[in-house]
């Protein structure tokens, strides 16, 4: 959610900016621009929608300067439009800003007391205002940024130019990700590694609290009661090479064709190729040996793997669990358990949710373990222990190939745990490892043999406004997992429910207009239950769509619109192999739908504001 870019450098800045930008897409945004400093003075070029909108505007009136920030938007505070896009300025200041000014509003009624004029409709002009009014008090650039930075209530992340400064660049961070980079003879300030890493590899990570003093000399961090900290420097691991979609039509479905290798990847880092045996750090499987209870917290679609998780945990391993939507988890103010452990699982390592429930686990004395796949995130450093999902950048909202390499580092761990415990014959042991190893295969023969069938079914569902997803047990978050791809993209309301919770409401919602996607293998111990309410709808009317295996469609032939015959697996492992024929179904509705696939509408991927 939203992206910052700053850089100091040594030739025009504009064409870098707006790569850095394009770098940040990934985040998600509804707006973009860029400022620069030339010739003493702050210009300006914004617009709204896509980078490519900035693009050819600056194509038409270029920015000079070796100096400047730039920004994409999500909007938070007023629409989507050029006049909110960011840079926000004044004649003397410029800023850039991810998360919420919470106290903004009382900031702007004292500001205009004092004659300003607002022309957006965004909580970050206050800030642009704020440090200009400090600065007509005759403050110094950072002695004014100082003073406005002290007042701002909320979680955020800016950064600052000032007209007449061609070598300063001021940022700081509370609650949102900021990162300082270092180059040779410039520097540059960033939302994350991952847009810095064409221009450098030497990175330093703030903390909450952090400020930054960037020339092109170097950074002075310092907290905000102006004493100076020290914060590492480190050689970053992100690439530089450039993400494209490799002649795919979206990068969603580039990412869903690069499951197999992904989830081969993941699967190999924790299972020896050679002899089998899962191998999970010694230190993760003793703080989770014998505590009372893990609680598991993520957002979105990482809460409905930790749902899929807490089937295997509580299952296979033994081990009660809890599961959270951050959002509301530490609202709640949970007791939790002396000696627990609290697992967060997190794509981007940056959600703000997500982070907070971290630290509030840490106040509670909880061991923390995070799964994330974006490497030197922020969530990975807070952590106790980490378990990282090999995905590679996931640059589509809706996200695919890193749900499947969570669900993967989840049974893996799982399977750990329980043969640590002593609960796993060797038999089992070895039919669930080795349906694991044989997912990745899986997978491409879905993504090889079973597309134009989806796409085909796509096109029966593209018309309905609404659609229903359900299953039980471990297969039950997938119906949830589902419903939430299909709105996400195609715009489709669709909602996920526990098939033996039917008869308690929702089957009233069934007719001839709402088609319910039942996912029942006939592996699986619950079947027989869940072909009964499969019965119950179909005796109402219901159009029903049916993921199964061979044995279950021949048991339940009768009763479906239509059917996606699945390979054989083992239950424990099906999840995981499920998951892609409905992430497919999503991407072909929506592209039938003509909806934006990889940026929906008033999606981010990194939520990084409550």
């Known amino acids: 959610m939203c992206g910052i870019i700053g850089i100091l450098g040594e030739k025009d800045v504009a064409p870098l900016l707006v790569d850095g930008l394009?770098?940040?897409?990934?985040?998600?945004?509804?707006?973009?621009?860029?400022?620069?400093?030339?010739?003493?003075?702050i210009d300006r070029c914004r617009a709204s929608g896509k980078i490519v909108n900035l693009d050819e505007k600056l194509k038409a009136n270029p920015l000079k300067g070796t100096t400047g920030i730039g920004h994409t938007r999500w909007a938070t505070h007023g629409g989507p439009t050029?006049?909110?896009?960011?840079?926000?300025?004044?004649?003397?200041?410029?800023?850039?800003?991810?998360?919420?000014?919470?106290?903004?509003?009382?900031?702007?009624?004292?500001?205009?007391?004092?004659?300003?004029?607002?022309?957006t409709d965004t909580d970050t002009e206050v800030i642009a205002h704020l440090v200009d009014h400090y600065l007509t008090q005759g403050k110094s650039p950072r002695e004014a940024a100082n003073a406005a930075l002290d007042r701002l209530e909320g979680a955020f992340a800016v950064a600052l130019i000032f007209a007449g400064e061609h070598n300063l660049m001021i940022g700081a961070r509370q609650g949102t990700p900021l990162a300082v980079g270092y180059g040779a003879g410039e520097m540059y300030l960033a939302s994350d590694s991952y847009a810095l890493a064409p221009f450098t590899k030497k990175i330093c990570f703030l903390e909450d609290g952090d400020r930054a003093i960037v020339t092109r000399e170097g950074a002075e961090i310092y907290v905000n009661d102006n004493q100076p900290v020290t914060r590492p420097v480190r050689i970053t691991a992100q690439?530089?090479?450039?993400?494209?979609?490799d002649g795919y039509r979206h990068f969603m479905l580039k990412e869903i064709h690069e499951q197999p290798a992904v989830i081969g990847d993941t699967l190999n880092s924790f299972i020896n190729p050679a002899t089998g045996e899962i191998s999970v750090p010694e230190d993760i499987l003793s703080a989770l040996e014998n505590i009372p209870r893990l609680t598991m917290i993520a957002c979105g679609t990482a809460y409905y793997a930790c749902m899929t998780a807490k089937y295997w945990f509580e299952k296979i391993a033994r081990l009660p669990c809890e599961v959270d939507a951050a959002s509301e988890f530490r609202y709640r103010e949970a007791p939790m358990p002396e000696g627990g452990a609290a697992l967060f699982v997190s794509q981007s390592g940056e959600t703000l949710d997500?982070?907070?429930?971290?630290?509030?686990?840490?106040?509670?004395?909880?061991?923390?373990?995070s799964i994330v796949n974006t490497?030197?995130?922020?969530?990975?450093?807070?952590?106790?222990?980490?378990?990282r999902t090999l995905a590679g950048p996931e640059i589509s909202v809706a996200s695919t190939k890193a749900t499947t390499a969570q669900l993967t580092v989840l049974a893996c761990l799982v399977l750990a745990l329980a043969d640590r415990k002593g609960l796993l014959s060797p038999a089992d042991k070895a039919a669930m490892t080795e349906a694991l190893r044989h997912v990745p295969k899986l997978?491409?023969?879905?993504?090889e043999t079973q597309d134009s069938e989806i796409k085909a079914l796509a096109e029966q569902l593209k018309d309905y406004k609404n659609a229903i997803y359900t299953s039980r047990g471990a297969f039950y978050p997938l119906a949830m997992e589902g419903a939430i791809k299909l709105k996400e993209i195609s715009y489709i309301h669709a909602e996920g429910y526990a098939a033996g919770e039917f008869k308690h409401g929702p089957i009233a919602l069934i007719d001839n207009d709402m088609p319910t996607l039942a996912i029942a293998p006939g592996s699986d111990p619950l079947f027989e239950k869940t072909a009964s309410n499969i019965q119950e709808i179909a005796a109402r009317g219901g159009k029903i769509c049916l993921l199964s295996d061979a044995e279950g469609l021949s048991k339940m032939k009768n009763f479906s619109t239509w059917s996606l015959t699945m390979a054989d697996i083992h239950p424990f492992a099906a999840p995981i192999l499920y998951l892609v024929p409905l992430q497919l179904l999503a991407y072909h509705v929506a592209v039938a739908k003509g909806t934006d696939v990889d940026q929906p509408r008033n999606l981010a991927k990194s939520v990084t504001v409550e």
């Open 22 to 41: 394009k770098r940040l897409e990934y985040r998600g945004y509804d707006s973009a621009g860029i400022a620069t400093l030339s010739n003493g003075h």
């Open 82 to 119: 050029e006049n909110n896009a960011h840079p926000h300025a004044t004649a003397r200041v410029a800023v850039v800003h991810n998360g919420i000014i919470e106290n903004y509003a009382a900031l702007k009624a004292e500001l205009e007391r004092h004659q300003c004029r607002f022309e």
């Open 239 to 245: 690439s530089g090479a450039s993400t494209g979609k």
């Open 354 to 369: 997500t982070l907070e429930a971290l630290r509030y686990s840490k106040r509670e004395k909880q061991t923390i373990l």
């Open 375 to 387: 490497i030197e995130s922020t969530i990975e450093r807070e952590s106790d222990h980490v378990m």
């Open 443 to 447: 997978v491409a023969d879905v993504l």
